[in-house]
């Protein structure tokens, strides 16, 4: 079952902008993770963010975290063309044995326009 | 360079055939992973295995057999129980210790002939 919906499921924006994308989730969880997929290539883990955090900075990526509404978001500011990927949101919990069992959203697909 | 190889990057199939998807990696993780992708949609976990010679169904098991005889490896059969397989596959891996990412090859495209 898709854990998490991504909001917008598309985004159209110009070179230089910066681009939100949400997700929400139903169930407690012990980390979110995002995702980039080129179109036909696996996914790229971007960034990792726990439960017990409510914000994190990587780079140009900024995500936020609010356990009591079940949401996070995904900032890329300034963004290229080289940006344009679909992005997933995984909610994780921790496998007995090790390991993250990682619940996908449906994605946002982001076209950064030259 | 340590990765994951999947192979072959398309594969087709024959009504009532089973195929072997390939999956290595070199990353030295002991947790790997198997999922399905179909379009527009997220992924949803099929298998998933955290040590040699043994493995877990994920949450669409149905249709779908692994193995894990080596840490390298873990290949993927879906078999012709697996009545809509026409799909991307991706397989993932992970080191077992606290939170960690998954590291994804590129995957392999299925259709049915």
């Known amino acids: 079952s898709q854990q998490g919906e991504e909001d917008p499921q598309a985004l159209s924006i110009q070179e230089g902008e910066n681009a939100t994308m949400n997700c929400s989730y139903k169930?407690?969880?012990?980390?979110l993770q995002w995702y980039r997929q080129n179109s036909g290539r696996g996914l790229v883990h971007l960034i990792l963010i726990r439960s017990n955090e409510r914000e994190k900075h990587s780079g140009r990526l900024r995500v936020t975290l609010d356990t009591s509404k079940k949401s996070s978001s995904l900032l890329i500011t300034a963004s290229r063309a080289a940006d344009t990927a679909s992005y997933f949101c995984a909610t994780a919990h921790i496998l007995t044995g090790g390991g993250n069992k990682l619940t996908f959203g449906t994605g946002t697909q982001l076209k950064v326009e030259l | 360079d340590g990765g994951i190889t999947q192979s072959p990057k398309y594969l087709f199939r024959k009504e009532g055939q089973n195929v072997t998807l390939s999956c290595e990696q070199n990353?030295?993780?002991?947790?790997m992973y198997w999922y399905r992708q179909d379009p527009g949609q997220g992924l949803r976990l099929i298998y998933y295995?955290?040590?040699?010679?043994?493995?877990q169904k994920g949450d669409i098991a149905e249709g779908y057999s692994v193995s894990r005889e080596k840490k390298e490896s873990f290949p993927l059969t879906v078999t012709s129980a697996q009545k809509n397989p026409t799909a991307f596959y991706l397989c993932?891996?992970?080191?077992?210790?606290?939170?960690?990412?998954?590291?994804f090859g590129d995957g392999t495209r299925l259709s049915i002939l």
């Open positions: 169930t407690s969880i012990n980390n």
């Open positions: 295995s955290q040590i040699v010679n043994d493995f």
């Open positions: 990353l030295n993780h002991d947790a």
């Open positions: 993932a891996s992970s080191t077992t210790g606290g939170r960690q990412p998954q590291h």
